[in-house]
């Protein structure tokens, strides 16, 4: 079982219409389902939450998924997802880490440790931002329950062989047993 710090941040990575839109309903519905649980547990314990937004994919040439592959950009979230009052909405990005300077000063400046992860794409921006967060010296946790991938390959790749270098893996229902 992964463990919970004292003080943990919980992170959503880009639940926004334009990404969930390329993943099957039900798991779509899981992802914003399991984030809006874990914000709503994460505040109740005055915890931070951040809602993060990618504007568009960085702009270099890649093998696979371009922009010319995704739905039209929108810096909005899904609205399904249920944001508090002093929930972090930092500028949507041009790049997969959704951490940037700014964001893990301000993090840190709360006093937190340890980053939990929640959102799309497991193994694009949550990988991502996973790698930066422990660069930075946080604690990572990846919520494996809360994240998904449009390529069922690469979210399994990313969960079984990627993440565990740089982050712990564990459950939605794990955090919530745990947070206080």
Excluded at 158 to 165: I, R, Y
């Amino acid at each position: 079982m992964a463990t919970l710090d004292a003080l943990p941040a919980l992170i959503v990575v880009d639940c926004q219409p334009r990404h969930l839109g390329m993943l099957a309903h039900p798991m779509r519905d899981q992802i914003v389902r399991i984030a809006d649980r874990l914000a709503t547990q994460f505040r109740a314990h005055e915890h931070p939450v951040v809602w993060t937004r990618l504007r568009d994919l960085p702009v270099g040439r890649v093998d696979a998924l371009g922009p010319e592959d995704l739905p039209e950009a929108t810096d909005e979230l899904h609205p399904d997802c249920l944001l508090g009052d002093a929930d972090l909405r930092p500028e949507p990005r041009r790049r997969l880490n959704a951490l940037d300077d700014g964001l893990v000063d301000a993090l840190r400046d709360s006093g937190v440790h340890q980053i939990v992860l929640a959102g799309l794409t497991t193994g694009g921006a949550v990988e991502s931002t996973a790698r930066a967060a422990y660069d930075a010296g946080f604690n990572v946790y990846v919520v494996a329950d809360g994240v998904a991938d449009v390529d069922p390959r690469r979210h399994d790749c990313a969960l079984v062989d990627s993440l565990p270098f740089v982050a712990e893996i564990g459950w939605s229902e794990e955090i919530e047993h745990q947070i206080r």
